[in-house]
């Protein structure tokens, strides 16, 4: 099943992330810039599309106050237990496809929804099972600007 939410993109938080990055390319923060200039202005970092997962109000890794966050390091949870139902994990793959550059200013809206799923023998972990998920982003005039899939692979039981 599909969902969406509204991502916005804003100029702040572009120079942030690239900061964060340690990326002080003045084509994400500067728009006199020759590098933005040459790009028709201030433009998102490539991997910035992974900043609409905090824009998600059902992404599984976002804190909600009052309940327990799985990436707070409280407790230890183990090596691949992802906290939905202690199911067992990894991140197996990530690709962003770009039809445009992020520009801050606009609001994307992002529609997630399940791609492919397959399976494969693994020699330590049982049966593997490969999860697709697959976000776009569009403009508010429904122009695609990005296609994001992020496969993850969950193993049969855990691995020691």
Do not use: I, N
Request: proline letters at 8%; aromatic letters at 10%; charged letters at 25%.
């Amino acid at each position: 099943m599909a969902r969406t939410f509204r991502f916005p993109v804003e100029a702040g938080h572009v120079a942030l992330f690239a900061r964060a990055l340690g990326d002080a390319s003045a084509v994400y923060a500067d728009a006199g810039s020759p590098e933005a200039r040459a790009c028709g202005g201030v433009v998102a970092p490539p991997t910035f599309a992974q900043a609409a997962d905090h824009f998600d109000p059902e992404y599984d890794r976002r804190p909600r106050p009052g309940e327990p966050w799985f990436g707070s390091g409280r407790e230890d949870v183990g090596a691949g237990v992802m906290p939905a139902g202690g199911v067992k994990g990894f991140h197996a793959e990530q690709e962003f496809a770009y039809h445009r550059p992020m520009r801050p200013g606009e609001t994307l809206v992002a529609t997630v929804r399940p791609g492919r799923t397959w399976e494969k023998q693994g020699r330590r972990g049982g049966a593997l099972v490969f999860t697709e998920t697959v976000t776009e982003l569009r403009d508010e005039s429904g122009e695609l600007v990005l296609t994001a899939r992020f496969v993850g692979v969950g193993t049969e039981r855990q691995v020691t």
